[in-house]
């Protein structure tokens, strides 16, 4: 089935491949649904990719999701990349967003940057929080960083090693923090316990 879904996309026979994928899908193979959704985006099939993506998501090939939001984003249309990006979340796949704050900041959009965090945040993306704090670090909120900052650490955040900016609490915090939330002292060397 998977075969002749492929066979059908190469001969540009985008309905008969999106019919023999959905078999396939509903036959325990989305993956081959999930890349024909990306063909048919590819194809300028823009309504027909969403909708085949969506289904092969729900049958257990999210990723398709995330694809479709990064190639959304390479086309500028940020506002359907964030759609798919989210949708991706909700399958567990965070990092999409992760990404796109990434993209977005590089290109000098820092609000749009600081949404897909606070999105990401609340799927539980393990960068989110970090980020966000340095975003609140760095519109000198202090007070409000130091909370999130702790918020990540809380979450176990500090033990994530992908971040891809020194986390705030390195700043804030050098010499680590006691359990009740205050910053610890530096110690003496030659001290010994």
Known sequence: MTDLAFTAAAALD?????????????????????????????????????????????????????????????????????????????????????DLAVRREAAGNRESAEVLWEDAARYGHPEALANIARFQYEAHDIDGAARTAREALDRGDAASPHY????????????GIEPDGTPSLPTHHGQSW
């Open 14 to 98: 985008f309905e008969e491949a999106a019919a023999l994928a959905l078999q396939a899908a509903e036959c325990c193979q989305p993956d081959a649904l999930a890349e024909i959704a990306l063909q048919h985006e590819e194809a300028g099939l823009t309504i027909e990719a969403s909708d085949l993506a969506h289904r092969a998501a729900a049958n257990g090939a999210p990723a398709c999701l995330s694809h479709l939001a990064m190639v959304r984003e390479d086309k500028a249309l940020f506002d359907q990349a964030e759609h798919y990006a989210r949708e991706a979340a909700e399958y567990g796949l965070t990092e999409t967003l992760a």
């Open 164 to 175: 891809r900016h020194e986390p705030l609490w390195v700043r804030l915090w050098p010499h």
